[in-house]
């Protein structure tokens, strides 16, 4: 089946450093993908949407300055975490869609656990 | 705005019996619906989803789409300790082929008692 690998699974940094978390498509050719954050006790958000090649479209109020989004190739999707700061403490979780995929294109991969001290 | 509302729980549900999940989307649009069950800090896993009215079988899960109403729900039978969890609707609402995101509800806390 369909596996997305999504490293590193958790990462601690002081507070206005910046954290890159790296997404990849292991078996298939992801031409989106997707970026969420989710926050204790609370739903996935999504943050922004990236297609293999362009420019990502995120969603309002997250900050494309702040989360730079790489999707150079169909297998790999970066986010970036810039001048992180303790508020932006959370769990990333990527998503990936391939070309000509159904309902089984949303893979997850297995997240992020980012705590900025 | 999209929204997906879910009753947050937690629903507990003896050992065995029939666990009912509910769910509620606001675009009338929306053409895709997944369940995914998220254990405490891991990632959501996809167990089902549905694009058409009516209800789709898989094992012991049963997912149930009424668009007229809005409303998805997901039926776990012979509900089992493991099945505890939070239960994550989402919806999306471009299709098959689209390349929106999901939108998710809240989840609904599961519990199975022994």
């Known amino acids: 089946g369909a596996v997305v690998s999504q490293h590193p699974s958790w990462v601690i940094c002081k507070s206005g450093t910046s954290v890159k978390i790296e997404c990849r498509s292991l078996d298939f050719q992801a031409t989106t993908m997707f970026w969420y954050r989710q926050f204790p006790k609370q739903s996935l958000m999504l943050m922004a949407t990236s297609n293999e090649g362009s420019k990502a479209t995120y969603e309002q109020g997250v900050e494309k300055d702040k989360f730079l989004i790489n999707h150079a190739s169909l297998t790999l999707s970066t986010l970036t975490v810039t001048s992180a700061h303790p508020e932006d403490s959370s769990f990333y979780i990527c998503?990936?869609?391939?070309?000509?995929?159904?309902?089984?294109?949303?893979?997850f991969g297995s997240g992020t656990r980012l705590t900025v001290v | 705005q999209k929204e997906v509302e879910q009753n947050s729980g937690p629903l507990s549900v003896p050992e065995g019996a029939i666990a009912s999940l509910n769910c509620t989307y606001s675009?009338?649009?929306?053409?895709?619906f997944f369940w995914y069950r998220q254990y405490s800090g891991k990632s959501p896993e996809l167990i089902m989803f549905i694009y058409s009215n009516g209800d789709k079988e898989d094992g012991r899960f049963t997912a149930q789409l009424n668009k007229a109403s809005q409303y998805v729900s997901l039926l776990i039978r012979d509900s089992q300790p493991s099945d505890s969890a939070t239960y994550l609707c989402a919806v999306n609402s471009r299709g098959g082929g689209g390349a929106d995101g999901l939108t998710f509800g809240k989840g609904t806390h599961l519990i199975i008692q022994p």
């Open positions: 675009d009338r649009g929306s053409q895709s």
């Open positions: 998503s990936a869609r391939g070309q000509g995929r159904g309902a089984y294109g949303y893979t």
